[in-house]
Nanobody, 126 residues
Framework: QVQLVESGGGLVQAGGSLKLSCVAS????????MAWFRQVPGKEREFVAS???????????NHADSVKGRFTVSRNNGKNTVYLQMNSLKPEDTAVYYC????????????????WGQGTQVTVSS
């Protein structure tokens, strides 16, 4: 049984940092691209970042309000873990953050991912 378990969320003040972790089990971790998405109530799940099997290619959104330059995604295949380091957090980063595993043709599309974690809440106060 495949499980992805996120941790590291919480309440932080604007400008602060958090590091999320996602531990995978029940799959051959190194064979999957990994990604982070986030979601707020009433909105679609939003792509945050992804990286390929060996972590050599990292993708982040290109739009102006994106997390580029503030968030860093990384993975440790020996620990079956993917991380999301979040710096300079803003209130608009408040969301439930999910990790996902898959073999995506389009890395930013949630439908391309096969496995999902249960999510971890990140709340940024102003």
């Amino acid at each position: 049984q495949v499980q992805l378990v996120e941790s590291g969320g919480g309440l932080v003040q604007a400008g602060g940092s958090l590091k999320l972790s996602c531990v995978a089990s029940g799959l051959i971790f190194s064979r999957y691209d990994m990604a982070w998405f986030r979601q707020v109530p009433g909105k679609e799940r939003e792509f945050v970042a992804s990286l390929n099997r060996i972590g050599s290619n990292v993708y982040t959104p290109n739009h102006a309000d994106s997390v580029k330059g503030r968030f860093t995604v990384s993975r440790n295949n020996g620990k079956n873990t993917v991380y999301l380091q979040m710096n300079s957090l803003k209130p608009e980063d408040t969301a439930v953050y999910y990790c996902a595993a898959g073999d995506p043709r389009l890395v930013s599309s949630p439908q391309e991912y096969e496995y999902w974690g249960q999510g971890t809440q990140v709340t940024v106060s102003s």
